[in-house]
T-cell receptor, first 113, second 111 residues
């Protein structure tokens, strides 16, 4: 079955620390990759996406992600987190021939001031 | 420009009752989706629609019914609510590209 795995369920960092959240997807041919963020009490917002081309993509708020095809991974990074980055982060994939998103279980990020 | 709205935002209902969650989008997106969010599961697809009068099941469709008579609306009905359907429900829409835009969610509690 097509699936998405997020390895870190809960991450606690201090402000200015670097962030890397892991995401792996099961093989399914061509994929479109996304990271969404959900701030407390809010709806999901798109952070960044990868469809093709340069495997290093930059999104909003200083986030970036790298697609490594050989590892089926799409890890999210940020060099220096802020307290306002406290949120839940979801990796999601659209597999070939499908239109709906397959989500990972999410990573809750808590940034301490 | 409201974008995508959901109503109600909060709902408490009893086991066995029928409940309808509404979703409305103003972008004329062809695709619409219903997901449920549960702790430890992320978001799972319930149903989706590629256009008016075209719907298809997702990963967890049992106990739910959808319809799409108009492009902008995509209601989700729980025919006979069960406690296992207590969840947060998100509606999303998408156009020609693969991005999806999410509504604010409906928190449903079934007692």
């Amino acid at each position: 079955a097509q699936s998405v795995s997020q390895h870190n369920h809960h991450v606690i960092l201090s402000e200015a620390a670097s962030l890397e959240l892991g995401c792996n997807y099961s093989y399914g041919g061509t994929v479109n990759l996304f990271w969404y963020v959900q701030y407390p009490g809010q709806h999901l917002q798109l952070l960044l996406k990868y469809f093709s081309g340069d495997p290093l993509v930059k999104g909003i708020k200083g986030f970036e992600a790298e697609f490594i095809k050989s590892k089926f991974s799409f890890n999210l990074r940020k060099p220096s987190v802020q307290w306002s980055d406290t949120a839940e982060y979801f990796c999601a994939v659209i597999y070939t021939g499908r239109r709906a998103l397959t989500f990972g279980s999410g990573t809750r990020l808590q940034v301490q001031p | 420009d409201a974008g995508i709205t959901q109503s109600p935002r909060y709902k408490i209902t009893e086991t066995g009752r029928q409940v309808t969650l509404m979703c409305h989008q103003t972008w004329s997106h062809s695709y619409m989706f219903w997901y449920r969010q549960d702790l430890g599961h992320g978001l799972r697809l319930i149903y989706y629609s590629a256009a008016a009068d075209i719907t298809d099941k997702g990963e967890v469709p049992d106990g739910y019914v959808v319809s799409r008579s108009k492009t902008e609306n995509f209601p989700l009905t729980l025919e006979s609510a069960t406690r296992s359907q207590t969840s947060v429900y998100f509606c999303a829409s998408g156009g020609a590209v693969y991005e999806q835009y999410f509504g604010p969610g409906t928190r449903l509690t079934v007692t």
